[in-house]
């Protein structure tokens, strides 16, 4: 059988020690600070990013180019493997269409070889959650049009549910509406939001304090998770929240295994400090 590449992007959210494990190489999405140069996502530490925006810094991404995903996938076609892309949402970024015109481009040169590009619509660990479904799939010994299918299938199950602090982050980079951002500015008052079918972010709710707002979240995991379901919690600087919630996981619901890690730069450039999202597999998005 010929050897399956997996390619994601940056994010995903997922450590690389991880993406290493699973054998997936990651396309780094540009991340500016302020009007210092652009750095890869992987080159910026989380905690030194999230300290800036607190103190004022506003932070900038630039989506990955055609041309540098047409150089990667040509190495790995090249090489003598199938290619599967995951992409982060084209509802929230113009990456997954430079890669899918990249794997249209190439296809040509190489009519023995198969490339797939997904578009995952999930974005952080929700699309980290699919790409280690896909990573659990490939070692399973699945074909390329059966992995391939198994995640186009699944990705509309991956449920993200999350709270900000400031919905203001997600208003300047177009993410949410002004009307939306502005109910979210009342003191006291947090969001619910989602993503939807259409891989954009959309407020559900709004409940008063924190807590509330974790409590909700672990009530849409009550109503709607599949048992048995991986179950991911990404953070924008906020670890103590990310522990709470797993700790109300594990004592409401039995849930044992919870992989938590930080919001990277790419996506807490436009979610913000205190940014909280909780991602398993349900019965809708």
Known sequence: ?????????????????????????????DVMLDNDEPKLNCDVDNKEFYDAMRKGSSAKTSAINTE??????????????????????????TTYNS???????????????????????????????????????????????????????????????????????????????????????????KPVMHM?????????????????SLTAIVERFKETAVAPSPVFISHGDCEDDAKLLASMLKSECGIKDIYINYVGPVIGAHSGPGTLALFFLGKER
């Open 99 to 189: 890669a899918r015109v990249a794997a249209e481009e190439l296809q040509a040169d190489y009519p023995e070889r198969k490339i797939r590009t997904i578009d995952s619509l999930c974005a952080s660990l929700g699309q980290g959650m699919l790409l280690k479904l896909a990573v659990d799939k490939r070692d399973s010994g699945a074909s390329f049009e059966e992995l391939g299918d198994y995640i186009e299938n699944t990705k509309m199950s991956i449920a993200h549910w999350f709270t900000v602090d400031d919905l203001q982050y997600l208003r300047r980079g177009g993410r949410v509406a002004a009307s939306v951002a502005l109910i979210g500015g009342v003191p006291g008052i």
């Open 68 to 93: 540098s995903f047409r150089r990667i996938f040509d190495r790995e076609l090249a090489a003598g493997r199938d290619v599967l892309y995951i992409g982060f949402s084209s509802g929230l970024s």
């Open 1 to 29: 059988m010929t050897p399956i590449s997996i390619i994601t992007d940056s994010s995903c959210d997922v450590a690389v020690e991880l993406t290493n494990k699973w054998n997936v190489y990651v396309v780094q999405l």
């Open 196 to 212: 939807d079918n259409a891989g954009k972010l959309t407020k559900v709710s709004q409940v008063r304090g924190r807590k509330a």
